[in-house]
């Protein structure tokens, strides 16, 4: 006992405690003074909980299953916040790409409830953010979730693409480099991008005066993950029938 204990103690003897219920009185500060550390989070769990949630499991041919490893790898990444960048999942139509942005999603759900916030990804396809950009009339109802969605592409710490790359020229303007040009300017977002086109594609659809910018930023924003596993959705059909 140091100095300082030893003088609380005969502080708390002075008003009238036994030795013993002086020592117990100082256990109980000591414990409140100094609380143990948050419980850690279980990462794997959360993401293993968060890709089932969403439907995205291990199995399934060859191909698949190395989809969902090196899926559930940058998954633990992101859950434990050890990469900054986002993700562009590349890769044909059906192979699960948009169930593991949904389960990314969820992840960014599950963990802010465990860290008691209320903090979700914003979820929107390319050609919805497209037209938020692009808004120029419509009802009131339809101008006002368009600019929520704008604020969101703006702002918000985790936004979610779906299909970039299938959005169409609006009144004669690209409108997909600029969704990008904004996700990028707000320094430390994160966003997840699917698309059936490689960077390649994706800048041959754009105007050539956007298009090596969009493909730059698209680099070091994201990093990039392909599937290569087949049309999942034409397993289940065929199991179904």
């Keep these: 006992m140091n100095h300082a204990e030893d003088?609380?103690?005969?502080?708390?003897?002075?008003?009238?405690?036994s030795r013993a219920e002086a020592k117990a009185e100082l256990v109980e500060l000591a414990a409140l003074a100094d609380p143990p550390?948050?419980?850690?989070?279980?990462?794997?769990a959360l993401v293993d909980r968060a890709l089932a949630d969403v439907g995205f499991l291990a199995g399934g041919t060859a191909k698949q299953?190395?989809?969902?490893?090196?899926?559930?790898q940058y998954a633990l990444a992101f859950a434990r916040r050890a990469t900054r960048r986002g993700v562009r999942i590349v890769g044909q139509t059906g192979n699960g790409k948009t169930t593991f942005a949904r389960g990314l999603?969820?992840?960014v759900e599950l963990r802010a409830a465990w860290e008691?916030?209320?903090?979700?990804a914003v979820w929107t396809t390319a050609v919805d953010a497209c037209w938020a950009l692009a808004q120029h009339g419509g009802t009131t109802d339809a101008r006002k979730e368009y600019a929520e969605l704008r604020r969101a592409l703006r702002h918000a710490p985790y936004v979610v693409i779906d299909d970039l790359g299938d959005e169409k020229p609006l009144y004669g303007t690209e409108y997909g480099g600029q969704v990008v040009a904004l996700r990028y300017q707000d320094v430390g977002a994160w966003t997840a991008i699917t698309t059936n086109h490689t960077l390649a594609e994706l800048s041959a659809r754009y105007d050539v005066a956007v298009a090596a910018r969009t493909r730059s930023r698209l680099r070091e924003m994201t990093e990039p993950l392909a599937f290569q596993g087949e049309d999942r959705r034409t397993g289940k059909r065929e199991r179904a029938e």
């Design 37 to 44: 550390p948050p419980p850690k989070l279980d990462a794997e």
């Design 65 to 72: 299953a190395d989809d969902y490893c090196r899926a559930r």
């Design 105 to 107: 999603a969820r992840i």
């Design 7 to 17: 003088a609380a103690l005969q502080t708390l003897m002075g008003m009238g405690m």
């Design 116 to 120: 008691g916030q209320g903090t979700r």
